[in-house]
Structures are given as C-alpha cells and as structure tokens.
C-alpha cells in the first residue's frame, strides 16, 4: 500500500496531539471508486475516519446528523410497513437509527457503490454496526442508489441520501445524476404518494431547494449540529415531500 499523507481530523479524538506518547494515525485501507477517486479508512485508537483525499467524509465520533437524517424522516412515517431506500452505508449511524425507529414490518433497503464499505462494515468498523447487517428487515444491494431509483416504481415510502458532501457530485461525479431536475423527478416518481426524499449536507444551498420544489416537491429544511448539543457547526437535511 503506497504512503498517504497523514490528515488533520476535525471535531474527534483523531485530532493531531502534541503529546509524544499519543496514538498514532494508521491508514487501515483504501477503496477505489468506480471513476478513479479514491477512498481511505484511517484510525487512531478506537477511533476512525472515512476520507476522500483531505476531506472527511464521516467519522465515528461525529454521528449526530447522520442518525437525525433517519428519525427526522421515521417520525413523519405514519405506515407501520414502510419502505425507505437509504443511498450509502457510511458507518451505518443512518441505518441503525432507521432500525431502530422503524417497526418489525419494515424494510430498508441499502444501495452501496463500494465493496470495500461493506468489507469494512464486517471487519474494522463492524462494531459501530452492532448487528444492523444481520436484520431480518435489512436488504443491501451493491449498486448505484441512482439506479435502484430509476428502476423501481413507485414502492419507496422514503428515500435518504447520504452519498456525497452536499448536493453534487463531489464523492461520484455521476452522482450529480440525483441532484439535476430530471434526477430529483425520478426519485419523486419513485416515492408513494406522501413519501419522503430526504437529503443530507455539509452546507445549505438555496438553489437545490429551487430544484427540489421545480420537481415538485414541499422543502423543509432542517438545521442540525454536528455534535450533539454545539451549535458551532451545523448540517443541513432538506426533508423534500410527495403530495398525496
């Protein structure tokens, strides 16, 4: 495995330290993605950060959003059966707060583009996942989440999205397929009539909502702290709904 450069992490315990007995950072593996960008898995102690290049995608320390991006939409299902499709596995603190609000008759659906986030979901990050994999109401395809979209009709009673920094193709660039109009038409096609696409983001961005309403959607913007309970950094959900 070739050397990397060693990242500053923001907000968690894989922070550069000044102590000389501090654990180091240790590059656990990387990923290649399907149109040559390049994942990597770093940790220090029990602690781990999944980046694209210098950008820190998700860490394991830094869940808040990502379990909000999940309940915020949960709470608004009034189906017992519902059917939510989730775009990217990440650390599964999305999936596991899904699981955790949805009743025994759901089903979630996972669509992940990397083996490697399921190798690594099984292996060094396995115990963040405390058994989600293993849920009777779990079905993980190794696919594209914007083709699981175009190819089901109407069946999804909420779609979450986590697949990027924001809304455009920065991890992906075929991702941008999910934020254009006739992508953003697509998931409301695939949504039953009062469902729910719901968008996470590093930033707001005024002219995505723009967009979500031109296809149709009523756009809620929801601002959430990174951290539980600090307001100095805050992301951005955009809980987009289907009329009935």
């Known amino acids: 495995m070739s050397a ?3 990242p500053t992490f923001a907000h968690d315990a894989l922070a550069p330290q000044n102590d000389r007995t ?3 950072v240790e590059l ?3 990923a290649q993605l399907p149109d040559g960008g390049e ?4 940790r220090r102690g029990d602690d781990y950060s999944i980046r694209f290049g210098e950008d820190e995608l998700m860490g394991n320390q830094v869940r808040h959003s990502e379990e909000a991006l999940a309940t915020l939409v949960c709470e ?3 189906q017992g059966d519902a059917r939510i499709l989730i775009g990217g596995l990440g650390m599964g603190f999305t999936l596991g707060a899904a699981l955790s609000s949805l009743s ?3 089903e979630v659906v996972v669509a ?10 099984r292996g060094p990050l396995a115990h963040l996942f405390q058994g989600h994999l293993v849920d009777s109401r779990l079905s993980l395809e190794m696919a594209d989440v914007h083709d699981v979209i175009v190819r089901r009709g109407a069946e999804f009673d909420a779609i979450l999205l986590d697949v990027d920094n924001g809304p455009d193709g920065m991890i992906h660039l075929p991702n941008e397929r999910l934020y254009c109009d006739w992508g953003l038409r697509a998931a409301r096609d695939a949504l039953r009539p009062g469902g729910i696409l719901a968008i996470w983001s590093a930033y707001t961005d005024d002219d995505f909502v723009d967009r979500l ?7 809620e913007e929801v601002s959430i702290p990174a951290l539980a309970g600090e307001e100095h950094v805050v992301h951005t959900i955009w809980l987009a709904s289907k009329g009935g």
């Not at 992940?112 to 979901?121: R, T």
């Not at 309403?213 to 756009?219: I, M, P, S």
């Open 4 to 6: 990397k450069p060693v």
């Open 22 to 24: 501090a654990t180091p």
């Open 28 to 30: 656990v593996d990387t």
């Open 39 to 42: 994942l990597l898995l770093w």
């Open 76 to 78: 608004r299902l009034s």
């Open 104 to 106: 025994p008759a759901a």
């Open 112 to 121: 992940e583009l990397v083996p490697e986030i399921v190798k690594w979901a």
């Open 213 to 219: 309403e031109n296809a149709g959607f009523d756009v």
